[in-house]
């Protein structure tokens, strides 16, 4: 055994607690159950720079959203030079924060939804109204704040009202958000493991789009559909495109790329660093399509831990 105690961080301060709980306890189960001494941290509880260093071997990072996922955690465990898993500090910065990723997307010829961003000085209905009249954007518009995870904050706006509504009550809790086209068609994510891609699910919303709702309630009955529904060609394509993305923000360990399929074009949304680990989850469901157990995989993740990535 490469590791021998690994401390789970878990839970933390951002909106997606509950679901980096549930993550983290799955994680935690699958590794007891092969073998690991295994630990827990909760951020919330106690702060990550007071885990124990010597009681520990490696850090299994379960956390999800600000705070988890965007370098700020990523940093506590460089200074306290625990091996960790999943992408570093810069890495986990570059792709929770949609602009710079997708900055980072089109220079690399990467097809992502035109975009323009407003900060919260700068907001008003004219303002608004000359970006989307600049960027010719139609309606329906997607607004979401910039370096926000699992769907939170998302709103698909089908006209001005609606849009400028929903702008002014998402700048109560967020400085900047990024405003795009809608963009139809299916469903597409990817999930690639150190580098290699693992396959690609389509997912069918019966919500109107994929959600938090649609994410992480049975109740809500998503379609997913493994493999893909497309081609084969052009799911060899979608494959290609995840693992460049994943490799150009040099991720490390595991990630999930979130694309939309119109009109034989993928279009790619965003990349996932620190993907959910829940039943519901789709890293693990592509991983068991590809003879991958749930104990294999956190097991594989685990042991890509490292340090000055």
Do not use: W
Not at 219 to 244: C, D, F, G, W
Not at 257 to 274: G, I, M, R, V
Request: one cysteine or more; aromatic letters at 10%; hydrophobic letters at 35%.
């Amino acid at each position: 055994m490469k590791y021998n105690k690994v401390t789970v961080v878990l839970g933390g301060t951002s909106k997606e607690r509950d679901v980096s709980l549930t993550s983290g306890r799955a994680c935690i189960k699958a590794l007891k159950k092969i073998g690991y001494k295994v630990s827990s941290h909760d951020p919330q509880k106690k702060a990550l720079n007071l885990i124990n260093k010597n009681k520990t071997d490696v850090i299994f990072n379960a956390l999800h959203g600000k705070n988890g996922e965007d370098g700020i955690a990523q940093s506590i465990f460089e200074y306290l030079r625990i091996p960790y898993t999943h992408s570093g500090v810069i890495s986990s910065f570059n792709a929770m924060n949609k602009v710079i990723s997708k900055k980072i997307f089109k220079k690399n010829n990467i097809i992502t939804p035109k975009y323009f961003v407003i900060n919260k000085d700068y907001f008003s209905k004219n303002s608004l109204k000359k970006n989307i009249l600049k960027n010719k954007l139609n309606f329906p518009i997607v607004t979401k704040p910039i370096n926000e995870g699992s769907s939170i904050g998302v709103k698909i706006c089908k006209n001005f009202e609606i849009l400028f509504k929903a702008s002014k009550n998402l700048f109560t809790e967020h400085f900047e958000l990024i405003y795009e086209p809608y963009v139809g068609g299916q469903e597409i994510q990817v999930a690639v493991i150190n580098g290699s891609p693992l396959g690609a699910i389509e997912l069918k919303p019966k919500r109107k789009f994929y959600d938090y709702e649609a994410k992480y309630s049975k109740s809500a009955n998503t379609a997913h559909i493994m493999p893909a529904n497309i081609k084969k060609n052009k799911y060899r394509e979608v494959l290609k495109i995840a693992k460049k993305a994943h490799n150009l923000l040099q991720c490390k360990g595991v990630t999930r790329s979130d694309f939309k399929f119109f009109k034989n074009k993928f279009y790619l949304l965003e990349l996932n660093t620190q993907p959910g680990m829940t039943n519901l989850s789709l890293v693990p469901e592509i991983a068991k399509y590809r003879g991958i157990s749930f104990e294999n995989l956190v097991e594989k993740i685990l042991l890509n831990a490292s340090l000055n990535k």
